[in-house]
């Protein structure tokens, strides 16, 4: 019978690590949810939503995610047995994410979006494009000066063999009898 008695202390320890779990699916969703804003998935003001389709599938990798990290917990804090403490101290740390720290965040990324927005704009998207703007132009130029090349003999000398085969035909069908100095 001994192995069926959970102490209260193990208890304990399980709720206060699924209290530290809720803490850490809070900043979870934090990270995502600066992101979003971020991507501009999430408006800076919360009045008008956009990005529905982007939006739910974020929150539903979130939950997955989620779920997936629960269900080891549950497995590694108590050998796979669930109990209702287990997810309520998880919510709760999650809540209280949410209204102290979250909402610290939620204001720090709405403040630094256009800011982290611009300087990611200059210090990546800007390279970027020259970079592959130059590889575009070092692509065509070798195009132009190899395979180009090539191809522009190929119709070259397609073409001649064409207008030759051409000046035969109509030689044949027009045939002069008379030659150029004898007409009057």
């Known amino acids: 019978m001994q192995y069926l008695e959970h102490p209260a202390q193990k208890e304990l320890q399980i709720v206060a690590t699924s209290f530290i779990l809720g803490l850490i699916f809070g900043g979870i969703y934090d990270i995502i949810r600066y992101l979003s804003i971020l991507c501009g998935i999430l ?33 590694a804090a108590n050998d796979g047995v669930f109990r209702w403490f287990m997810a309520a ?26 800011f982290v927005r611009r300087l990611l704009r200059v210090l990546l998207l800007t390279p970027l494009c020259l970079f592959f703007r130059a590889f575009a132009r070092g692509a065509r130029f070798l195009w132009r000066h190899t395979a180009g090349e ?26 002069f009898t ?3 100095g004898d007409r009057r």
Do not use: H
């Open 150 to 175: 090539i191809g522009r003999t190929w119709k070259r000398a397609r073409a001649a063999a064409k207008t030759n085969k051409l000046e035969k035909r109509l030689a044949k069908a027009f045939e």
């Open 43 to 75: 408006p800076q003001d919360d009045e008008a939503r956009r990005g529905g389709a982007a939006l739910f599938c974020l929150d539903a990798a979130f939950m997955l995610l989620i779920g997936a990290s629960f269900s080891v917990y549950v497995y």
């Open 89 to 114: 101290g998880s919510a709760l740390g999650f809540a209280l994410w949410q209204k102290t720290a979250g909402k610290l965040s939620t204001l720090f990324a709405l403040k630094s979006a256009a």
């Open 178 to 180: 008379e030659k150029e």
